[in-house]
C-alpha cells in the first residue's frame, strides 16, 4: 500500500508519463502481494511473515537510506532533526504494525480480491478523518464514500445482515491505513523520505517479530517453505514497489498518483483469479465495481 505526496504539477508530459508507468507497476506489485500474503500463511504466521517481509524491506531501502541526501526544501516548514526523524519513524512503524497486522490477520478469513478492495477504501477514509483536524472534506470525498460504503455492503454482508470476519479485520485495518496516510503526510515532507520509511519499516519488523515469539510457533522449516512469498513481499513489495514509488511521485502530480495507486485493488482481484482460483460471484463483482469508482470519485472531484 503506498501514499500519496505532494509533487510538481509542471513536469514535462513524457517525464509525467514515465512517472505514471512506474506509479502502474508499483500498484500491480502491491496487488500481487496480497496473494503472496496469503500463500506464505500456509507455512508461517501472520506476524512471522509480517516481521520478517518488513526486515527484508528495511534490507532492501537500507543502501539508499545510508546515502540518501540532506533534505533542504520542505512543503511544511523546516526540516526534521535527526532526533525527530527517529521518533517520527518510530510513531509511523507503531501505525503501520498495528495496520498490516490486522491486513494479514484478515486475510487468513478472506480472499485476496476482497481485501484488496477493503484495504483501497483508505483512500475515501483519510479525507472523512481529517474531520477530525477541521478539514471539510469535498463532494467528491462524501459522494466516494456512498458509492464505497454501498459497494462494501454487496461486497462483504452476508443476507444475514453480518459482517463476514476476515472483511471486518480488514476493515478495521483500512481505518488504520488511512491514519497511516495522515502520520505521513504530517511528517514525511519534512524528513529524510527513504531513511523516515527504513525506520518505520524496522518498528514495524521488530513489534511483529516480537509479538510472534509470544504467540507464534517459529520454525526454519515454515520459514524455507515461505521464502518466496516472504521474499516477494519483503524485496518487490516493500523494498522496489515504495522506490519506484518516490522516484515516480517527484513528477506525478498527486492526482494521478492517488488513482493509479488505488488500481492496486484490482489488481489484488485479478491476482486472485489468476493464482488462486478466486472466483467472485455477481454480487461481489457489482460491490467491488461500487467501491472502485467511490475511490476515483473522492480523487477525482476534489
Not at 521518533?87 to 490486522?102: D, N, P, Q, R, S
Not at 524496522?202 to 507464534?216: D, I
Request: proline content about 4%; aromatic content about 8%; hydrophobic content about 55%.
Amino acid at each position: 500500500m503506498g501514499t500519496v505526496v505532494f509533487a510538481p504539477e509542471s513536469a514535462p508530459s513524457r517525464t509525467i508519463y514515465r512517472a505514471d508507468g512506474l506509479l502502474l507497476l508499483a500498484a500491480a506489485v502491491w496487488g500481487v502481494a496480497f496473494v503472496a500474503q496469503r500463500v506464505g500463511m500456509n507455512h508461517v504466521g501472520p506476524l512471522t511473515f509480517n516481521g520478517v517481509r518488513f526486515a527484508l524491506g528495511v534490507l532492501t531501502l537500507l543502501p539508499l537510506a545510508l546515502t540518501e541526501r540532506e533534505k533542504t526544501v520542505t512543503l511544511s516548514g523546516p526540516p526534521l532533526t535527526t532526533g525527530q526523524t527517529v521518533w517520527g519513524g518510530v510513531l509511523a512503524g507503531m501505525v503501520l504494525f498495528a495496520g498490516a497486522t490486522l491486513q494479514q490477520v484478515g486475510l487468513m478469513y478472506t480472499t485476496a480480491g476482497k481485501a484488496g478492495f477493503i484495504t483501497g477504501l483508505y483512500v475515501v477514509i483519510v479525507p472523512l478523518l481529517g474531520i477530525i483536524w477541521k478539514q471539510r472534506p469535498s463532494r467528491g470525498s462524501w459522494a466516494g464514500a456512498l458509492l464505497a460504503a454501498t459497494g462494501l455492503y454487496f461486497l462483504s454482508v452476508t443476507e444475514e445482515l453480518t459482517l463476514a470476519p476476515g472483511d471486518a479485520w480488514e476493515l478495521a485495518g483500512a481505518f488504520l491505513w488511512a491514519g497511516h496516510v495522515l502520520v505521513l503526510g504530517w511528517l514525511s515532507p519534512r524528513a529524510k523520505v527513504i531513511r523516515f520509511a527504513s525506520i518505520q519499516y524496522l518498528v514495524c519488523s521488530l513489534l511483529s517479530l516480537a509479538l510472534a515469539g509470544a504467540t507464534e510457533t517459529i520454525t526454519g522449516r515454515g520459514l524455507v517453505a515461505a521464502a518466496i512469498p516472504i521474499l516477494y513481499g519483503g524485496v518487490l513489495s516493500v523494498g522496489v514497489a515504495y522506490t519506484l514509488q518516490v522516484v515516480a511521485q517527484r513528477v506525478a502530480p498527486p492526482t494521478h498518483a492517488a488513482i493509479i495507486l488505488s488500481l492496486e485493488a484490482m489488481f489484488a482481484a485479478l491476482a486472485g483469479w489468476l493464482f488462486l482460483d478466486e472466483g467472485l460471484t455477481l454480487r461481489a463483482l457489482f460491490g467491488s465495481g461500487l467501491m472502485l469508482g467511490g475511490m476515483l470519485v473522492a480523487q477525482l472531484r476534489r
